[in-house]
T-cell receptor, first 115, second 115 residues
Framework: GAGVSQSPSNKVTEKGKDVELRCDPI?????LYWYRQSLGQGLEFLIY????????KSGLPSDRFSAERTGGSVSTLTIQRTQQEDSAVYLC?????????????FGPGTRLTVL | AQKITQTQPGMFVQEKEAVTLDCTYD???????LFWYKQPSSGEMIFLIY??????QNATEGRYSLNFQKARKSANLVISASQLGDSAMYFC????????????FGSGTRLSIRP
């Protein structure tokens, strides 16, 4: 497909378990972003990749959160020892570049529920 | 520090009327971009319109226009001839050239169109 894809679309896990969320950006997009959206809230920036490097990790809420990107394409967001407050929709976006006018294209999100 | 403020948590509008969604922003960077996104109940983020800080004219995209008042740091979205399908959350967002790594989002406005 031509858009950003994310998997799984839904993930239910038990408190304390680790989870991995995957994002496939649009082909050719060098920039990739992860956001978190809690119920009824706006988007909270987590991390951004330019190529495979992450110049800005300022939004990661704790050291339980990490992300990597390989081959300048697929990215994985890992949450270790999940907590109930991690329950949210995790959105991935990609853009051609990081200029101010570069529009971000969003994936459908992964809804994470921590029981 | 960059900041986006949307003061209308919810709005009700009669079908076919025009509606204005408010957005104010704060930045010390003279170069920035402003975006509006629509998020229907299905959850995907849909890009609507972009305005650059140096653009001389207000941006327009079909029924969407952006009322950009730079001195007031205001970037209101105007939807003409509203339709039932316009019912959604609307987010205003900004990216500064100096920190082009991320887009900062407002808290959103929930727009409901009455038939």
């Amino acid at each position: 497909g031509a858009g950003v894809s994310q998997s799984p679309s839904n993930k239910v896990t038990e408190k304390g378990k680790d989870v991995e969320l995957r994002c496939d950006p649009i082909s050719g997009h060098t920039a990739l972003y992860w956001y978190r959206q809690s119920l009824g809230q706006g988007l909270e920036f987590l991390i951004y990749f330019q190529g495979n490097s992450a110049p800005d990790k300022s939004g990661l809420p704790s050291d339980r959160f990490s992300a990597e990107r390989t081959g300048g394409s697929v990215s994985t967001l890992t949450i270790q020892r999940t907590q109930q407050e991690d329950s949210a929709v995790y959105l991935c976006a990609s853009s051609l570049g990081t200029l101010a006018y570069n529009e971000q294209f969003f994936g459908p999100g992964t809804r994470l529920t921590v029981l | 520090a960059q900041k986006i403020t949307q003061t209308q948590p919810g709005m009700f509008v009669q079908e076919k009327e025009a509606v204005t969604l408010d957005c104010t922003y704060d930045t010390s960077d003279p170069s920035y971009g402003l975006f509006w996104y629509k998020q229907p109940s299905s959850g995907e983020m849909i890009f609507l319109i972009y305005q650059g800080s140096y653009d001389q004219q207000n941006a327009t995209e079909g029924r969407y226009s952006l009322n950009f008042q730079k001195a007031r740091k205001s970037a209101n979205l105007v939807i003409s001839a509203s339709q039932l399908g316009d019912s959604a959350m609307y987010f205003c967002a900004m990216r500064e050239y100096s920190s082009a790594s991320k887009i900062i989002f407002g808290s959103g406005t929930r727009l409901s169109i009455r038939p």
